[in-house]
């Protein structure tokens, strides 16, 4: 009851401030339209205060806290000591979160919590970010202070480790301060080194920070292996191939700023690990479950890639590294075989660049249709087009049209697509550019790149009748897909294009947008953007109209911002607010307020704490 008495009164203050500013402007003269924009900014300023209070209850904590941070960004200029009060309720919200306790739980609770500790460690830092965009020594106050506990926490545990899940949180914050702070970075994934296990964002971190501060990476790097060496070589095969990736080409040849210490480090830790992996073998201490599907994907990575890279750079290193390699080959299985042979193919077709001459790409075409393992053909398939796509895309897509597995190929060819509508997109023919928008597999792609070309339309012609012919054609399309996040995306789109030139239409079509966001399960799990195939997976990213898009990176319920509705609330913001209204879940209704807020208080949704990585894309 007190925290409601405080924003009660915290609302009044910000009503104040606007009326107050907006009667300064016009010396006491209001005109009508002044007034009416200042008491629209009154109600907004209001209904977002009892949007925070509302957030208080909710369960998911890190969505919440996210929530409140944004209000509190919009709320900053017209009510600081207000704003600052949210920022600190939304840090406090999501630094207080609990976390599981992963140690006694399967793997798929693991894999859950690790999810989790993910999303906090996303909030925990973009409200740092956004803070720290109005106060960065009052945002590197607070980081300290969560720090200062983390440790305090580590001293009272009986072994004086930390816990994996707070090391887990540490790395996951690093990764997201790169960027604006490399040694705050490197400094947070050193510390995240004293868990149990290497956290799995440190891979990540890892990469980012070599390519902003080489020299603070390498102090990371360095660490890691030696971590990994007195922790018993605990090793995962991925992070292997992050070090490899970390000094290596993909045939084996050292990149030209690694030094020689640094490649003799990690050769004698594949030759010791592999050493170590074959005694456990010999002991019988290696139990039968995830101890024998690590050793599968660890024998993968020595033979595709821990081999090659021994043979070029200590080749007298290579025959104790291939007898213990050919020791672990004794105990997998044959799909185990299958996919080590697999990966060995694509690392191999990696490091051999399509030279685009019809015989180099005929035998590799050959090469993958031999395959018998159809998992293993697909991805052997899709790497190829990907490989060759930007040189040639016609030639690309009847490769793309061999692949069995009918979701890989879909993807493969809508991936060719993007890069011929690269190649048109905004040129002088808007029927060519509908013609390659159409034969997009994904209903709501061929509908996005048609609403795209109508935007362009518009731009060039006071004459609407074109761009609502593809806008039309752009809905009919969307209205008939499954009720997703990539269909509420679309059908903002197009409501935002057609409100433009046509009021009733526009807001006809953002009250579907609605009703599909009625329709939505938010409560489920966002479909996983991976491809099939038992190791891995290709995402190819291309570059349309300044934006990066990707045919197998969907939309998602987190990714909904309503940035699209400021064009209703230009122009009608009564009937704009009474949509919005009609929202039943808690989240997209607060995220839609404050989307028709920042139209009304005239704060854009920009900058660096608003900017998605590709990274924040492909984990969503």
């Known amino acids: 009851m007190r925290g409601t008495c405080i924003f009660v009164l915290l609302i009044c203050f910000g009503q104040g401030a606007v009326s107050g500013q907006q009667a300064k402007k016009n010396d006491g003269k209001v005109p009508i339209e002044d007034a009416t924009r200042a008491t629209n900014q009154q109600e907004i300023i209001a209904r977002l205060f009892g949007v925070v209070n509302e957030l208080k209850s909710e369960s998911d904590k890190s969505a919440a806290a996210l929530l409140q941070s944004e209000i509190a ?76 506990e983390i440790k305090a926490e580590r001293k009272a545990s009986e072994n004086g480790k930390m816990s994996q899940e707070q090391a887990d949180l540490l790395a996951e914050m690093a990764l997201g301060l790169v960027s604006g702070d490399p040694k705050e970075a490197q400094r947070l994934g050193l510390l995240s080194l004293a868990a149990e296990e290497v956290p799995p964002a440190f891979d990540r971190l890892l990469m980012a920070l070599r390519g902003k501060d080489k020299t603070l990476s390498d102090v990371l790097f360095r660490q890691a292996i030696l971590t990994m060496t007195t922790r018993g070589f605990n ?120 030279d685009g001459s019809d015989s180099d790409i005929e035998s590799r075409i050959h090469r993958a249709e031999q395959e018998k393992n159809s998992s293993t053909r697909n991805l052997l398939l899709r790497n190829l087009v990907i490989t060759l796509m930007r040189r040639d895309p016609e030639q690309a897509l009847p490769i793309a049209r061999k692949i069995d597995d009918e979701e890989m190929r879909a993807q493969t060819e809508d991936d060719v697509y993007l890069v011929l509508m690269q190649r048109v997109f905004g040129g002088s023919s808007y029927d060519e550019a509908r013609t390659l928008a159409l034969k997009f597999n994904d209903p709501n792609s061929r509908a996005r790149w048609l609403a795209q070309i109508a935007s362009r339309v518009s731009l060039r012609s006071k004459d609407h009748t074109e761009a609502a012919d593809f806008l039309s054609q752009a809905y009919s399309i969307a209205a008939k897909s499954d009720n997703t996040p990539a269909k509420l995306e679309v059908l903002l789109l197009i409501a935002k294009e057609f409100v433009r030139f046509d009021h009733d239409r526009g807001f006809d079509i953002l009250s579907d947008a609605v009703d599909t966001a009625n329709r939505l399960d938010t409560k489920a799990q966002s479909k996983p953007t991976h491809l099939s195939g038992p190791i891995m997976g290709v995402i190819s990213i291309t570059v349309v109209d300044g934006k990066e898009v990707s045919a197998n990176i969907r939309a998602t319920v987190d990714s909904i911002d309503f940035d699209q509705i400021s064009a209703f609330a230009e122009r009608d913001y009564v009937e704009t607010n009474v949509r919005g209204s009609n929202i039943k879940d808690h989240f997209l209704r607060a995220k839609y307020l404050i989307a028709l807020a920042r139209s009304v208080l005239h704060v854009p949704r920009q900058g660096p704490a608003y900017e998605r990585t590709l990274e924040d894309i492909i984990s969503n």
């Open 235 to 354: 090793y995962q095969a991925a992070r292997l191939s992050t070090l490899a990736n970390y000094e290596f080409f993909a045939d084996g040849r050292p990149f030209p700023d690694v030094s020689p210490a640094d490649v003799g480090l990690l050769i004698q830790y594949f030759v010791d690990a592999a050493s170590a992996q074959a005694a456990r073998w010999r002991s019988g201490s290696v139990r039968d479950g995830d101890e024998q599907i690590s050793l599968g994907r660890f024998y993968s990575f020595l033979t595709s890639r821990a081999m090659p890279i021994v043979a070029y750079n200590s080749p007298d290193r290579l025959a104790l590294l291939q007898s213990n390699v050919g020791e672990l080959a004794q105990r997998l299985s044959i799909e185990q075989r299958q996919q080590a042979e697999m990966l060995a193919s694509l690392t191999q077709q990696r490091s051999n660049q399509v």
């Open 73 to 148: 960004d919009v709320l900053w200029r017209f009510d600081e000591p207000a704003a600052r009060s949210i920022f600190r309720l939304a840090f406090d919200t999501v630094r207080q979160t609990s976390l599981n306790n992963s140690s006694s739980i399967d793997a798929k609770a693991k894999r859950e919590a690790l999810n989790q500790t993910r999303r906090r460690a996303s909030a925990l830092k973009t409200v740092l970010k956004r803070y720290g965009l109005h106060d960065r020594k009052g945002a590197e106050a607070w980081l300290k202070e969560f720090e200062d």
